[in-house]
């Protein structure tokens, strides 16, 4: 594998179910994050991991809580969503700024989720 | 309040013309732009970058044009090619490593 892989692909998912995000970095990064993307609206910023510890947290809701073990993964757990947290959940990495140059992030594919 | 603004939610080119997107931003503050091309059912794909000390930089049929000023900065593509439709989202650096994106504008290069 190589890049950032997410799985699942697609999640359709019921109110009061439990269910995890995961994702994978095979690029030696050390900054991840995580995107939701609802229709017609912007890519929004939810958590960012720096070196394994949570620099930002967008007032994301409790609903969503993440965990970054390891500087190579990354999982979002689900709690009690709504449906209107129906989105494409995107992750991310990056290399942490190096003598002042920013470097991009690299995305995956992305969860689809929908809740019922 | 959108901080990084892409007013045209599409745009169509004819193939070996220019295309130019645009984005405006409203923060002084933000330090670094890019630009991300996604295609469907992918995460979205770094193009190119700027640092807000330059006004111009260019990689191959992509430039990314910077006017501080004006706070706008705009991708040219020359020129258009097929492969080249997808949607296009401004990006834009601030604290933190917080990138703030643009909700994209879709272009579709046709033959």
């Known amino acids: 594998e190589t890049g950032v892989t997410q799985t699942p692909r697609h999640l359709v998912m019921g109110m009061t179910n439990k269910k995890s995000l995961k994702c994978e970095q095979h690029l030696g990064h050390n900054a991840m994050y995580w995107y939701k993307q609802s229709a017609k609206k912007p890519l929004e910023l939810m958590f960012v991991y720096s070196l394994e510890e949570r620099v930002e947290n967008n007032s994301v809701p409790s609903r969503f809580s993440p965990e970054c073990p390891n500087s190579s993964h990354l999982f979002l757990h689900l709690h009690t969503l709504q449906p209107e947290d129906s989105a494409l959940y995107l992750c991310?990495?990056?290399?942490?700024?190096?003598?002042?140059?920013?470097?991009?992030?690299?995305f995956g594919p992305g969860t689809r989720l929908t809740v019922l | 309040d959108q901080q990084v603004k892409q007013n045209s939610p599409s745009l169509s080119v004819q193939e070996g013309r220019i295309s130019i997107l645009n984005c405006d931003y409203t923060?002084?503050?933000?330090?670094?732009f890019l630009w991300y091309k996604k295609y469907p059912a992918e995460g979205p794909t770094f193009l190119i970058s700027?640092?807000?000390?330059?006004d111009k930089n260019e990689d191959g049929r992509f430039t990314v044009f910077l006017n501080k000023s004006a706070k706008h900065l705009s991708l040219h593509i020359v020129p258009s090619q097929p492969g080249d439709s997808a949607v296009y989202f401004c990006a834009a650096r601030g604290l933190v490593d917080k990138v703030i994106f643009g909700p994209g504008t879709s272009l579709s290069v046709i033959p």
């Open positions: 923060n002084s503050m933000f330090d670094y």
């Open positions: 991310a990495s990056s290399q942490g700024e190096l003598a002042g140059h920013y470097n991009e992030q690299f």
């Open positions: 700027i640092s807000s000390i330059k």
